[in-house]
């Protein structure tokens, strides 16, 4: 069975994960630099057909050399000078990396290409996608052989809280015991499912979006006995906000 | 416990910063140089951060910081743990002189196979030839088998004019671009447990031992000799070193005598690996442009002789590379 994310434990026990691109994001990225290459082939033969006035001889020389090093040399170059991506990876935010997490050398690039040879036979990279179907990490027949997998990475900014949490006041701040109990009470797990509830809210449905929080500010409430001046006039939404801003920041209400 | 990220963050964010100034210089820096007191700081930063993802991981299921924490422990740690050369100068001169014919003969076993099941594809071909003539249409491709050896002889001496006139650097590039693309096939199909890689190389020594078997049989030997050593003499130990890096390839797979994983195995061909495609890439292009501008030369204007001595030559040099370069 394939696996979402490659786990990687350092010597000093601290285990990170990889997310693992799938078949069909890897085939599509392929796809434009299928088209990427087209386009680099066409202007090639652009150059050589103005070259084929003074000597149709250099012209298909020149041709036939260009379109050598464009198939073979594109996606190898390219990821040498992009640290594991080409225009298609970089479209989809796809990255190769070292299946160890380690550094991305010159030779395991040029092995993964190499064997694209292989890959793509007989036809449309079949054999490269059902190895990358069947295989746990995702990986084609050049990627096992150059020890290499191929990551999704979306852009890792620096954490901004400041969406998240609630504003200048927060009603669960008035009672600052009950918010201790709340913040005792709640697992990281149901704390992830109110922040990740806040990071997606703009993208539910309004109806689906208000029976989300209903139900969420319900489970929340049912925690800690909280007195009705502390929820009056709070909406659901807003009360799973103070609950993330009570849980995720302790210090804020000495301020 | 569910940690204040507010405070957390606060008090780990210069921390983070400075680690993710310091592997992005190293990411950029093709050859990067550290101070030992600098190497310190990124060595403390890294475990620092790799701390504060453990602590997250923990006490909090944040996912926005905890992303950032992993991208930036994963990108610390390849720059930390990676032991292997990671210089991005290539060395040509060294590369040529010392690396190739040093991997060469690392492997030279694994090139022993590869000529050992080229020779006996050799013998097949030969002996198909011999014993059922009609097998010509399946072993000698690319128009030899419509004419005899002899026929194709007189026609190529008594020829007035040049019929690659103009063509052939294009010829040259088509056989250089070619004979790579069959040369990597023959290496990647190593995957296949070296199966694929020996099933080409069988099939390119039935061809060239149905060929030579033809023209020797005719009385040709001289011309067939003239005609394939100049650039044979460098094709055909391309084509076997392309072997020998896939039966490398199978070798890393299979394991045979070796205790560690498949994934240790391959990492320590891949770099061999691709020391031989480049080797067996460069002698495929000066096979191409010897074939071109040379062997499709013949007498008169060519004198066999010394066809056949460039052929020698070229194969004694190249011997002499291989076997006693970088020692």
Same mark, same amino acid.
Request: charged share 20%.
């Given at each position: ?18 997310? #693992? ?30 070259l084929g006035v003074v000597s149709p ?7 036939? #050399? ?190 | ?32 140089r550290m101070s030992l007191e600098e ?289």
């Amino acid at each position: 069975m394939r696996a979402a994310a490659l786990a990687i434990k350092t010597p000093e026990g601290i285990v990170f994960s990889q997310h #693992l691109a799938g078949p069909v994001t890897r085939f599509l990225a392929w796809f434009i630099d299928f088209l990427a290459i087209s386009v680099l082939t066409m202007a090639l033969g652009q150059t050589a057909q103005v070259l084929g006035v003074v000597s149709p001889s250099a012209a298909a020389t020149v041709y036939t #050399l260009g379109y050598f090093v464009i198939s073979f040399g594109y996606a190898i170059l390219l990821e040498w000078i992009w640290r594991g991506q080409t225009v298609g990876k970089k479209l989809f935010r796809l990255r190769v990396v070292d299946a160890e997490g380690m550094r991305l050398q010159f030779d395991q690039i040029v092995t993964r290409n190499l064997l694209r040879a292989v890959d793509m036979l007989p036809a449309f990279y079949f054999i490269g996608g059902a190895a990358c179907w069947f295989s746990r990490k995702c990986q084609r027949l050049g990627d096992i052989a150059a020890n290499t997998v191929v990551i999704r990475s979306p852009l890792a900014a620096e954490p901004d809280l400041t969406q998240l949490l609630a504003g200048k006041f927060n009603s669960l701040r008035q009672h600052g015991r009950l918010a201790a109990r709340l913040r005792q009470r709640v697992s990281p797990a149901e704390a992830s499912t109110a922040v990740q509830a806040l990071i997606r809210r703009d993208q539910f449905e309004p109806a689906a979006r208000v029976a989300l929080f209903a139900e969420l500010a319900s489970h929340f409430r049912a925690k800690v006995d909280l007195p009705p001046e502390a929820t009056e006039g709070v909406s659901d939404e807003q009360f799973i906000r103070n609950v993330v801003d009570v849980v995720y920041r302790t210090g804020a209400g000495r301020r | 416990m569910i940690i204040d990220l507010d405070r957390f963050i606060a008090a780990e964010r210069p921390a983070w910063i400075e680690l993710e100034t310091m592997v992005s210089r190293l990411e950029a820096d093709p050859n990067p140089r550290m101070s030992l007191e600098e190497v310190e700081r990124f060595h403390a930063l890294y475990e620092r951060a790799a701390a504060s993802l453990a602590k997250l991981a923990t006490f909090s299921a944040e996912p926005e910081t905890r992303r950032f924490l992993e991208s930036l422990v994963a990108r610390a740690y390849g720059e930390i743990h990676e032991t292997r050369d990671s210089r991005r100068r290539i060395l040509v001169l060294n590369w040529f002189i010392r690396t190739l014919p040093q991997t060469f003969r690392r492997h030279v076993r694994a090139f022993y196979v590869a000529a050992a099941i080229t020779l006996s594809g050799c013998a097949f071909g030969a002996m198909a030839t011999a014993f059922d003539p009609d097998s010509r249409h399946a072993t000698m491709p690319f128009g030899h088998d419509r004419l005899r050896p002899s026929e194709r002889v007189k026609e190529e001496e008594s020829r007035a004019s040049d019929p690659l006139a103009g063509q052939r650097s294009t010829f040259s590039a088509f056989l250089m671009t070619h004979n790579i693309r069959v040369s990597v096939l023959t290496l990647a199909l190593g995957m296949t447990y070296g199966v694929g890689t020996i099933l080409l190389l069988f099939y390119n020594g039935v061809v060239l031992g149905a060929i030579s078997f033809d023209y020797a049989a005719d009385g040709q030997t001289g011309f067939l000799m003239g005609w394939l050593l100049p650039h044979g003499a460098v094709e055909i130990p391309a084509i076997l070193i392309a072997g020998q890096s896939g039966l490398v390839l199978a070798l890393a797979l299979v394991g045979w005598g070796k205790s560690i994983p498949i994934a240790a195995r391959l990492r320590e061909a891949s770099r061999d690996i691709v020391t031989l495609s480049f080797g067996f890439a460069l002698l495929l292009a000066w096979a191409g442009f010897v074939e071109s501008f040379l062997s499709q030369y013949h007498e008169p204007v060519v004198p066999y002789e010394a066809k056949i001595a460039f052929g020698a030559l070229e194969l004694l040099l190249l011997c002499f590379y291989l076997g006693r370069s970088g020692r």
